[in-house]
T-cell receptor, first 117, second 109 residues
Framework: GAVVSQHPSWVICKSGTSVKIECRSL??????MFWYRQFPKQSLMLMAT?????????EQGVEKDKFLINHASLTLSTLTVTSAHPEDSSFYIC?????????????FGPGTRLTVT | GQNIDQPTEMTATEGAIVQINCTYQ??????LFWYQQHAGEAPTFLSY??LDGLEEKGRFSSFLSRSKGYSYLLLKELQMKDSASYLC??????????WGAGTKLIIKP
């Protein structure tokens, strides 16, 4: 159980366009979803935390108008990178947490590799 | 501030044992996680410790000392497929994960 999917797995887009990444919890209800970015050979960097039905909480330095997050249901969160630039090229990973019982484990999606040309 | 420290890189031999240490400082504490991440892939869960002591799960074991702000991941009978980065993450009082930079483990034949 506890499977999280992401779509697409990889995407190449032109500078100035927008890209939407979907994150779905397939077999549990995710009360909280997290979006991370990871540059090569670096650790995960938390971008934002979203709870179903409420606005996302962004980490310091992350532009909320550039990285739009929507968590409309307990199984789906989307990240839209608006007006993408080459420096936005990175590995974007979502994780989901049910937050029930004693386990606050985060289940990770497989990641989306974004390349902006 | 909140901080996680773990070695950047370690090398070990196939069949041997390796211990990856992690020290943490967080605002409150709700447990310590270890994740494995192969290059180009997302992290996968290995272990969760919230009480002091050793948790054993097959070839992998994880230890926690809350008073010392210290944890380690112990890998036995190393296999080539264990070559990966190992991420230590502590959960703070807001149930947010504070991530270490990861330890790259290189296994040699």
């Amino acid at each position: 159980g506890a499977v999280v999917s992401q779509h697409p797995s990889w995407v190449i887009c032109k500078s100035g366009t927008s890209v939407k990444i979907e994150c779905r919890s397939l077999d549990f209800q995710a009360t909280t979803m997290f979006w991370y970015r990871q540059f090569p050979k670096q650790s995960l960097m938390l971008m934002a935390t979203s709870n179903e039905g409420s606005k996302a909480t962004y980490e310091q330095g992350v532009e909320k108008d550039k990285f739009l997050i929507n968590h409309a249901s307990l199984t789906l969160s989307t990240l839209t990178v608006t007006s993408a630039h080459p420096e936005d090229s990175s590995f974007y990973i979502c994780s989901a947490r049910g937050g029930t019982g004693d386990s606050y484990e985060q289940y990770f999606g497989p990641g989306t590799r974004l390349t902006v040309t | 501030g909140q901080n996680i420290d773990q070695p950047t890189e370690m090398t070990a031999t196939e069949g041997a044992i390796v211990q990856i240490n992690c020290t943490y400082q967080t605002s409150g504490f709700n447990g310590l996680f270890w994740y494995q991440q192969h290059a180009g892939e997302a992290p996968t869960f290995l272990s969760y410790n919230v009480l002091d002591g050793l948790e054993e799960k097959g070839r992998f074991s994880s230890f926690l000392s809350r008073s010392k702000g210290y944890s380690y991941l112990l890998l036995k009978e190393l296999q080539m497929k264990d070559s990966a980065s190992y991420l230590c993450a502590a959960m703070d009082s807001n149930y947010q994960l504070i991530w270490g930079a990861g330890t790259k483990l290189i296994i040699k034949p």
